[in-house]
């Protein structure tokens, strides 16, 4: 198969499930968002996808980023920095996000303790896992030395 064709089947089928068709403006901004690997707010998916196709509209962008998200091909990444990001999801392994409180910067990273602290309170509490998002807020490097005025 090719780059992005088990997204497009995926897409196309949660499309055909509810009764609509894969466009050729859709098939652009999956393309767009598929070449980004990385976390990206709408406005920058519209400026790739008008890289991909000049016509296309910015709703049929931010309409188009909501159904791969609904399709489990993407998910909101950080939501509450700012402008809405999203990454990748569909064959990307979980991780959890450091946020840079100055530069926006982020930075995934996976630790195995807070993993398994995360069980231990799902087990304490009981509860059934579904899912978890963690984002921890601070200052990177640069900005903490701009803060402080060293």
Do not use: W
């Not at 055909?16 to 859709?26: D, F």
């Not at 009981?126 to 900005?143: A, F, K, Q, T």
Request: hydrophobic share 35%; net charge neutral.
């Amino acid at each position: 198969m090719g780059i992005g064709a088990e997204e497009r089947l995926i897409l196309e089928d949660y499309l055909r499930e509810r009764g609509q068709k894969m466009t050729r403006p859709r098939e652009t901004v999956l393309e767009a968002f598929l070449k980004l690997e990385r976390h990206v707010t709408a406005e920058e998916l519209f400026a790739a996808a008008q890289r991909l196709d000049p016509s296309i509209g910015q709703a049929t962008v931010f309409r188009t980023i909501k159904l791969l998200a609904d399709a489990g091909l993407a998910r909101e990444a950080c939501p509450d920095e700012g402008a809405r990001r999203y990454e990748h999801s569909y064959k990307h392994e979980h991780h959890d996000h450091l946020v840079c409180l100055g530069c926006g910067a982020i930075v995934e990273f996976k630790d195995p303790a807070i993993e398994r602290a995360q069980d231990a309170i799902y087990v304490k509490y009981g509860y059934r896992p579904s899912n978890h998002r963690l984002e921890l807020e601070g200052y990177c490097p640069v900005c903490a030395k701009k803060k402080v005025g060293v």
